[in-house]
């Protein structure tokens, strides 16, 4: 990264098939399962679900989608880093600018079988609430709470 300068931008539809690759393998590799939406589907789901409940910033270097975040004020839906450009400091860039723009409390969930992803939460100040949240993937979930201090 450090001959790559990383640009943290508003979502664009330009990049939505970027988007949606680099979320589905990093999430297939995080969980051990293969997403159970089609392609199109995804796309669907974030030109037209996701980008209209949340705000949605991606991470890019040299023009390839290598971060995603869909946040509001006080929830991160989604937050996901290309499987190659992870423990760069990607998905701390973007907690930080959720962060700075939060309600001063946020929630999120991931997944149990994600350790990786609870380890990183857990460095960035977030506390397990909750446990058990239903999810289309059937698998056992952990919600997390940040309050700022």
């Known amino acids: 990264m450090n ?23 990093s999430k ?25 409940q949340f705000q949605i910033d991606l991470a890019l270097i040299d023009e390839k989608v290598v971060g995603m975040i869909a946040y509001n004020e006080r929830e991160i839906s989604q937050l996901y880093i290309h499987i190659d450009y992870q423990g760069i400091g990607i998905g701390h860039t973007l907690l930080d600018k959720v962060k700075a723009h939060s309600s001063g409390r946020l929630t999120l969930y991931t997944f149990e079988v994600n350790e990786k992803a609870q380890r990183f939460y857990e460095k960035h ?4 609430i909750g446990r058990g949240h239903e999810n289309e993937e059937n698998l056992a979930d952990i919600q997390y709470e940040w309050i700022s201090k």
Do not use: C, D
């Open 3 to 25: 001959q790559h300068k990383m640009i943290i931008t508003q979502y664009n539809p330009k990049y939505a098939e970027q988007t949606v690759a680099m979320w589905r393998n």
């Open 28 to 52: 297939e590799q995080a969980i051990g399962q293969k997403e159970i939406h089609s392609f199109e589907n995804h796309l669907y789901f974030l030109n037209h679900i996701l980008s209209e």
């Open 125 to 128: 100040g977030f506390e397990i």
